[in-house]
Nanobody, 115 residues
């Protein structure tokens, strides 16, 4: 069983930045892709950003230009750099790794954007 452990969440003021990390217990290059999702209270979980094992990245329209996803294969970790944060970015952020029938989720990390 692969474990994904997120970290880096917290409370930040609007306009601030946070960097999330997701450390995997397996070689992340073995996954077709990894990504970040988020879920706000009362909302469905939504995709935020994804990165392939070839390091091709894609972003939801709502975060494009503000968030950057990256990966460090040597550390089996992916990152989400979040800049110019807005109150509507408040959510629990989840890391996901998938490849074929293999599909793993982390436990989530809370991000709260508030003054």
């Amino acid at each position: 069983q692969v474990q994904l452990v997120e970290s880096g969440g917290g409370l930040v003021q609007p306009g601030g930045s946070l960097r999330l990390s997701c450390a995997a217990s397996a070689t992340i290059f073995s996954f077709t892709a990894m990504g970040w999702f988020r879920q706000a209270p009362g909302d469905v979980r939504e995709w935020v950003a994804g990165i392939s094992n070839g390091s091709n990245a894609a972003y939801a329209t709502s975060v494009k230009g503000r968030f950057t996803i990256s990966r460090d294969n040597a550390k089996n970790t992916i990152f989400l750099q979040m800049n110019t944060l807005k109150p509507e970015d408040t959510a629990v952020y989840y890391c996901r790794a998938w490849s074929g029938s293999r599909d793993y989720w982390g436990q989530g990390t809370q991000v709260t954007v508030s003054s």
